[in-house]
């Protein structure tokens, strides 16, 4: 397969209602939902309940358990630039620092992508890591909608050049 796709957005959703819009241009492809993910994350900084709404949103009949509202607080603490990191125009040398809208996000798969017909691990390329990162999506068949199934792409990359004490 071996397929990718630059999704963009034109604004960065703060809320269920300003992200429902979006969310339902994204349910019928597995890489638009994969980026919209991405594009949710960014408000974690700015308001932690409003984006836990917005990921439950995203993953349909699954919520966030405690056990992975933790895993958001610990893997975005203090450490946003992870999340900018996904942004077309990014660097370690600029801290991450996003371009102007419209927001683009890279997203591939690859011959190990879909295990079976509803499920599918796509990959995420940050500017801070030398390989891209994996994000799991579900598919339900009954709608024929994507959802999110693990954010596991929140890993550690290269520290922005500013918080590098070596650089």
Not at 9 to 27: G, H, K, S
Not at 101 to 117: G, K, L, Q
Not at 124 to 141: E, F, I, Y
Not at 143 to 162: K, M, N, V, Y
């Amino acid at each position: 397969m071996n397929k990718s796709e630059v999704i963009t957005f034109n604004y960065l959703p703060r809320n269920v209602a300003e992200l429902q819009p979006i969310a339902q241009q994204c349910f019928s492809s597995p890489f638009r939902m994969a980026a919209l993910a991405v594009a949710v994350m960014m408000n974690y900084e700015a308001d932690k309940d409003a984006t836990v709404e917005m990921i439950n949103y995203l993953r349909g009949p699954r919520p966030l358990s405690p056990y992975d509202i933790q895993f958001l607080r610990d893997r975005l603490g203090g450490k946003m630039y992870v999340v900018r990191s996904y942004f077309k125009g990014t660097s370690v040398q600029n801290d991450y620092t996003i371009p102007p809208a419209p927001f683009a996000i890279e997203v591939s798969d690859n011959p190990y992508s879909y295990p079976s017909p509803d499920y599918a691990t796509l990959y995420l390329h940050s500017s801070g890591a030398d390989n891209p990162r994996p994000v799991s999506l579900r598919l339900k068949p009954s709608t024929g909608q994507w959802f999110l199934w693990e954010h596991t792409f929140l890993a550690d990359i290269r520290q922005p050049q500013s918080q590098n004490p070596w650089a």
